[in-house]
């Protein structure tokens, strides 16, 4: 009798376990089916400059609501983009390590060609990077984004003395600095932003990006991050 009611506990148990694991793999099947669509599927929507920013936006939004669908970070993703890479926008950002581009904007592997730097300054080597992601990658929107209490834009505006190259990055912030002087409202934010378009105009006077821009297949625009609150505004 003891060894029959074990017979079936065990039996029960094996199937209880087997049910379990079947409707497991079931509902892992159908969440990877459904990431690789939605993954196909906005992938073939992004072609245009204007989508390509609103797909931007739109991930900034799914951030900031708690709303992250965690997109292109699949391990098939992975396998995919080692092939070749086309990333749909690219990112001239700060280097300051809470501004996490692929984060705020919610994407992943092979979305974004994003080049980082302090104060998002366009040098030489990061305006080449970004022509070579637009003309020979194809990214259809390149945005320069800047943040809330940037580090050094504030070290620019005090004059601070600073060792070795750091020197080099206040002086390609200066411009903007200087631009925004005498504005009403918060002086640090005013010279964010207005160091933010200096960047952008640096970035249309490349004969590449703006053979490019004349030809509809690249947009070049500003944004700022609130550190605060993690939404990214357009700058104009």
Known sequence: MNNKHQKNNISRRNLLQLGTGVIGAGVAVSLASNLVTSEAVEAKTVSKPDEALQALLDGNQRFTTRKRGYKNQSYLRLQEVAKSQKPFASILGCADSRVPSEIIFDQGLGDLFVCRVAGN???????????????????????????????????????????????????????????SEGKPGDRLENACKANILVQVEKLKSSPVLSELIKANKLKIVGGYYDLDTGKVSLVS
């Open 121 to 179: 300054i366009a040098t030489p080597e990061e305006i080449g990077s970004l022509e070579f992601g637009s003309l020979v990658l194809g990214s259809k929107v390149i945005m320069v984004l800047g943040h809330e209490r940037c580090g050094a834009v504030d070290a620019t505006i005090k004059g601070a003395q600073v060792p070795g190259q750091i020197g080099s990055l206040l002086e390609a912030i200066k411009p903007g600095v200087e631009k």
